[in-house]
């Protein structure tokens, strides 16, 4: 299977759990705006969850058509939702929810540049959602909320592969890191210092003549 390949079948993946996470938001958040809408419930705190839900949906699209640029305008919106939800409720679950959104985004950002780092840094998001999801189970299990346990633990999941896949879309597409003109010069300079010693010893042991050491020497440098 070809690099193309992989990337697609990586953003699909990704656009795939990202998705079912916002179909599993989507009920909670209709009936959260209606409850707005009709003043049952006059906070307007669930308005920010509703349009994270919409936000997963656009994120998903963006992934399956594997535009970049495209991907990092859905992610803002994330990062203002992680920010909003940090306010609101700062825990340790929360900031790292909030790290792994804003290290996916500059990852994306750093794919638009073509920086090749990716290709080492690539589970960064995958690992901070695995480390806020750990710490709020452990936290629902140590107040004995098992009923919550269960209920996020599908979420979760979901989130982890997400941005697992998506971090392994980011690194297919970069391109390898080109070596730089002073680097391919020091390389040919080194080879060539090698090869002439080679050619020296070969004299020195006289398995070659002083014509035949001087006509290779002169084909090296180009005379």
Request: charged share 15%; net charge positive.
């Amino acid at each position: 299977m070809n690099t193309k390949n992989r990337s697609r079948i990586y953003a699909l993946i990704a656009a795939i759990c990202f998705a079912s996470k916002a179909i599993m938001n989507f009920s909670p958040a209709v009936v959260a705006v209606m409850f707005v809408m009709d003043g049952s419930r006059s906070s307007l705190a669930d308005i920010p969850f509703a349009f994270f839900t919409v936000v997963l949906f656009f994120l998903a699209i963006t992934l399956v058509l594997q535009k970049p640029k495209a991907v990092f305008v859905a992610v803002i919106p994330c990062i203002l939702y992680d920010i909003y939800c940090l306010v609101t409720d700062f825990c340790i679950g929360n900031f790292f929810w909030g790290v792994a959104t804003s290290v996916f985004a500059a990852m994306v950002f750093s794919s638009i540049s073509g920086k090749s780092d990716l290709k080492t840094i690539w589970f960064l998001p995958a690992l901070f959602v695995l480390i806020a999801s750990i710490v709020e189970l452990s936290q629902f299990v140590f107040f004995l909320k098992y009923d919550l346990t269960f209920k996020y633990l599908s979420n979760y999941v979901l989130l982890f592969l997400a941005y697992f896949f998506a971090g392994l879309w980011l690194k297919s597409i970069v391109p390898p890191k080109a070596h730089s003109p002073s680097n391919r010069t020091s390389e040919q300079a080194n080879t060539t210092a090698a090869q002439f010693k080679q050619y020296k010893d070969l004299l020195d042991s006289g398995a070659i003549t002083e014509e035949e050491f001087q006509a290779k020497k002169k084909e090296k440098l180009g005379l």
